[in-house]
Every structure is written in C-alpha cells, then in structure tokens.
C-alpha cells in the first residue's frame, strides 16, 4: 500500500521516527515530492489497523516533537546544573 | 509570654520582633510596625542570662525572627554559649534562608542543636504566595529550605490547614515527599480562630471535619513513605481512631482549655484541647 | 490560566489515560487530550494546572526560581554514578556440582582442572578493585560452584580485608552458591566476614529438579538454606529463581515456594537469551510468555500482600522505586548510562577482566568484545581503554535511537552487551529488541495497575520500595 504525509503537518524526524519502530514488520520505501512524502509500504494485511496505529503513532510523535522543540533550551540549562562542575573550574579555565 | 523561662515548658520564648515580611491571613498574631528590635533583644539577653542551664527547649519566633538579621544570629549564639545543652527552635518563614551565607552563619552560631519551623501552606506556588500575603515567597522558602538542608539544619514543616489550602494537602504530602524527603518531620495544624484568622474567616475557615477525608490521606501518605509527621491541634473527637497515634498535645500549655463536655472523655489526657485563644468552638466536638 | 511556558516532558497512553512523565520520572496521571490542551494552552481544569506546575511540567517563569531543585533532584536520581564501581564480580571457576539445563556459564565437571582462578589473579584482581573509588565495595563469589574454591575465597576476603586497613571502605561480602555443598569450613568463613548467601531456587522440587539436571537438587538446596540460615541467620540468605520454559506454566506455585520457605520476596527473573541468532522464533515466544507468567505472578503477589504478608517481587520493585520515590537505583541491567563498567566488573578465573558477568560468559563461546584487559594491567586501561570508550557512545538509553523518544526510557536502561549478543550489535535496534520489549510490557503493566487499582496497590508498591 502507499500513504502520503504532508510533510507540512508531520515532519520529517516525526515521520522517520515512526518508520523506525515498523521497519521490524514492514519493509517501507520513502520518496518526497515538493512538501508530500510518500510511503510505499510492503507486506500489510489489515490496512485498517495499519493506518490506525500509523497515524495514532504520527500523533504522538509530532506532540513529543513539539515538547522537544519547546524545551530544548530548558533542558540544556536543567542537565548543565545537575551535571556541569561549574564550580571546580577556575576563571582562567572559563575564559578558555 | 513568661518572665522566666522554665526547665521542662514548651513556652520558653525569645520574642524577636513583631515585624514580618509575610502578611499570612490566618496569622494569628498580626504583625506590627513598631521598631522593636532593640527593645526585645535587651529583653532576650536578660532572659537567656537567668534561664536554668537545663532549660530543655527555647523557642526563637516574631514576627519573623530573621528580619533581626545579624543581631538574630548573635541571638542564636549567645544561647548556644550560655545554655549548651538546650535545643533552639526557631519559628521562621524561611525566606531568609534563600541567601545560602546566612544559613552558614545560622549554622555557625546554632550549631547542632537547631530546628527551624517553616510554614508550606501549598504545592502550588501561588495558593502559598497568597496564603502568605506575599509574591514570591514560595520559591524565597523553597530555596530557604534547601539551603537549611544543605547545611544539616533539622527542619520541621508546618502546614496550617485553612479554606484554601486543605483540598490539596494530599498533593502537598505528595510533593512534601519527592521533592522534600530530607525534612526532619511534617506538621498539620489546625487554625487558631484569632487575630487575622477570625477577621478573613470568611474566605479561610474551615472546620476539621470537612477536611478530614483530606488530611488523613496527606497524614497517610507521609507516613507510607516513613516521613515523621504529626496533627496538631486538632481534638481527638474530631479525627478517626486510626489516625489518633498521630496527634500530639501540641497547644502551648498556658493557651489550652477543655470544654465541660471533655470531663466525660476517655481520652482527655492524650488531647490537645482548644485554643483558650480562640474565639469558636470547631463543629463536632464530643466526648469518646 | 496565566501564560506558561513548558519544561520537558513526555507521555504514554494507558488504559485510556494519558500520563505524562518528567526527567525525574515524577508521573501524573490525567485524562486522555490533555497533552493536546497543555500544547495549545486550553486546559480549563484548575487544579490539574496546579499539579503541573508544582511538579515541574510547565512554568510561568523564563528560567524557574526552583530549576536549582530540579537540577539538584535530577542529580540524585543519577547518584547511582556518583560512586562508580561498587559490585565487583570474582568468578572463582567454573567447576561445578550441578548440571543446570539452562547454564550459561559454561560450567565443567567437579573435578576439572584448569578452569578456576589462581591465587596470584585472586590479588591482583582484589587490588584493582581498591582502585575504584567507591566507598561500598561489594566482592561477589560466582563460578560454577564458588564453593568448592574454598582457599580461593579466603585469600580473597584475607587480602581485601589487609588492604582496607588502609582504605577504609566498607566492604560487602556476597556467596553465590547452590548451596549443595555448604561445608562447615565455609559456613564458619562466612560467619566471621558476614558472607550473604545468594542462592538459586527455581521453585518446588518438580521445577528445581528437572532445571537443576539432579532429582535430588531440590531437597539439597533447602537443607542448605536452613543449615545456613541457622548459622547466619534468616537475613543473610536470600534466593534467586530463573524462569525455565516448565516454570513459565507454575507462576503461583513458584510464588507459593518462597513464601512458605520464609523469603519475603522474590526475584522474576528471565531466562537470558544466549541461543542467538539461530532460534529466534522461539526466544520470542519465550519472551511472550515470560510477559504473562510475570504478569499473573505479580497479581497473585498483590492478593497475597493484602492478607498482610510482606511479600514483594524485586524486579518490579526496582521499577517502582523510580516511578514513586526521588532517591537513585542501583540496579545494573536497569542503568543510563549502563551499568556495566560504570557499577559492576567481573575478574574472570581466566584472569581477565570482563564489563559484566554476560561478558564473560560470552568469552566461553569465545567471543572477546568485552574483556576489557588483564587482572594484572593498569586501573585506567581496564576501566577507561578502548573497549569502555566504545561502550561510553552507546550505552546511554537518552542518546539511542528508539530510546531517546520512549517515554518511559527514565525508568529503563541501556544495555550494550545484551544487544550485542542477541542482534550482533551493540547499538541495538529497539524494535526486534526482546529486552526492549519485556521491559516495556512490564513498566506498563506497573502503570495499568496504578491506573486502574491505584488506592489498592499503592500503599502495597510504596511498602515494597522502601
């Protein structure tokens, strides 16, 4: 079967990531015309279940992406406070 | 307020100030403007001089006792040089304590027999700012409590229960829990009806057995996870049997009264009565 | 709702909720579409905002006042690191006494030669373990049968106990043994150093047995553990089952066992997957299996902690104390970064050093990937040289393909030599990975019970984490 993304609604780490976690069962092919991704997909037997689990996946993700996107920042800041030995560094060290 | 301070009292106190820089609204002694600084450290000296040297406990409070800043910490001392044996317990809002150089100092001067009492009205920041009757000053005590922490200071937490803050203390326990799990132990007290919380009764009384249900599961939950915690005044009749062993006769004892109903009670001895202070009753009350 | 901006964060949906779970591994429970209405700013739910501001899911602040605390907390849900290696495994030899069906170690007869640890490695080995600069040092026995190396252990111990005259570091002692030949010699060597026996219980005499390759195994193993146990004491014996493919069909009968034999908790645990490659079809239905009977286990586990016995299973108690509690967990298979190296490090009777005790059993089928060195080479060339530089790109779960998006890696773990020895390849591919998929249905199924019998088992999970 073929499914197209429109790679404006779904990006393009969103869609690889779910590709990912089916490649065990399906042998999917990707090509990409202008902002349309195509998906050709070998091996399915129940395209229902197919595309129900497909696009709740594609849904996930692209939330996770948005969280991701949104804190990226953040995050760097949290884990350089957990874990960066700011304080064992002298000036001359920073200035490095 | 005693003239001299006795061995085995739970009311030694050193009155600090009367100043505070939290306007809490159920306060139940609403703090002044006065400039009495002087005054009752001259007060304090002449109190720690004659104090026996086995005074058990002395209880540092205000006001808020930290806004004496270095003059609070040569208090701290001077009880540590003259009464060495005796803990201080200092009743505070904590927000000092978010500059990190005055807990060391506090350390320094206290050494290891000090407890800070600190009040955590709520798990969300502004349900406490606003209990508090100051912005910020969640954050101020959260980072005062790490601190302290950090130090080795022994914490205590109380939490008075009011109107706005007793349909989350499950969560508080919760938070108390993951994000405080180092604090010595955690208290729920019930409201005292006088001063700012008699006039603001309307938006922040509450009776005991409306929260009950609440306070059980917050009192359940610390102690799952073996977090010392405690119910202070709160009468017996007014809390299930199973959670009896957590209540303490915690009313200071010149404040507490018993009502004529309490004579026929089994377990008066173990309660701690009424506020003698207060201006009501809470609903309920009755012998077992 | 004010504005707010927010901090990281993933999801998971179960049983038609969404939970939503932070860097700790702090969790709320809410309805389904609530990540949807945090992203676009619509949650009307007051109180649901409350509980994710405090507990660190969005802030109204650029940079949070309390980001220090959640950093701080952050840390020590890493402490596990802090210290470094503190289990070291000495695998005195591989003779053994038994002839279990599921060996992984490659166990050779009693009375083999060459295939046991010389006292000179012994030392030296005892030696690079001071180098670690862990305060615990724990020296775990293992073979074969560690027992009947006797002489091996208390040149051990000895030498150890000689060197932390000087070090200082408080020092654990651990017997891996089947107890079949529990001689009084090493009952009294055990009693003077506060050896802990680990024993191995499969379950009643008809698994134990048929596992253990001896009809009298079952019987031997119990008269162990009470001899032991009268010596030591209850608390200085603990026992460990493995799940053969009998056992997968006696979930309560095995649970039943080690109840009425006095333990008070039980370890699930899997078989390890060494068939490779070749039988693949059958590790994964093996893996499936595994799923229910751990399933129907730690049900029936439940019932029996609400009769009031404390009874708790380990594996999932380990979960648990990451989902529920803020303190770290040293739990090598469940560690990021990994916890091979990093907590545990096997010396082999070879007298190689190996990153994990699956290392050096892959080293019996002659595959070398992780001997790190020899007992008698540098500290740092063992524990920092080529082959733990490898490890050190992939062993990571917040950094692996499949992992750093999963949003319950927190409560998971990454492990390279697992992935190499069953899909030929370290980095590992999550979505054929059995390990991957085992411990996925298991933290979900810990959270579908929280989900949908949370004031039932909570107070049971919280018992058991403590």
Redesign the interface.
Known sequence: MTLKIDRKIFSDSCIS?VV??????YAIQRSIQGTIETLTIDGVQDEKQFLLEFYQKLN??K??N???E??KY??T???A???GEFDELTEEEILE | MKERFEIDSNSNVLFVTSQCNNHCIMCCQPPQKDDDFNFCFNQNIKLIKSAPKETKVVCITGGEPTLAGDSFIELVSLVRKELPLTDIHVLSNGRAFSDNEFVHKLKVAGEDKVFIGVPLHSDFFRDHDIISGAKGAFNETMLGIYNLANEGILIELRIVINKLNYYRLPQLAKYIFKNLYFVSWVAFMGMEDTGWASKNAETIWVEPIDYASQLCRAVKELDDWDIPVAIYNIPLCLLPTEYHRFATRSISDWKTRYLDICNDCSVRFECCGLFGTSMRNYQGLKAI | MRKY???????I?ILNHEILIN?LGDFIITPIGT??KI?SHSISDEDLYKTLVSNFFVTEEI??SL??I???R??TK?GFLDDKTSLHIFVLTLRCNQNCIYCQASSQEETSKHCSMSLEDMTASVQMMFHSPSPNLTMEFQGGEPSLEIDLIRHGIETAEEINKEKNRKLTYVLCTNCRKLSDDMLELCKQYNILISTSLDGPSYIHNKNRGREDSYEKTIAGINKARAVLGNEFVSALMTTSELALDYPKEIVDEYVSDGFNGIFLRALNPYGLAAQNEDWKRYNQRFISFYKTAVDYIIEINKHGIFFREEYASIILRKMLTPYTTGFVDLQSPAGTINSVIVYNYDGYVYASDESRMLAEIHDYSFRLGKVTDKYEDVFCGSVAKRMGKIWANEAL??CS?C?IKVYCGADPVRHHSTQGDMYG????SLVCEKNKAIIEYLFSLIVERGDEVLPIFRRWVK
């Open positions: 990531t990912y976690w089916f490649s065990s069962r996930d993700y939330l996770r948005q969280i991701d949104e804190t953040i995050k800041i949290l884990y406070k957990a874990f | 901006a927010l901090l990281p964060f993933n999801f949906t860097e990540v949807q992203l940079l949070p980001l220090d959640y950093a701080s952050l840390r890493k393909a499949g998006s949003p591919f999550r979505p054929t």
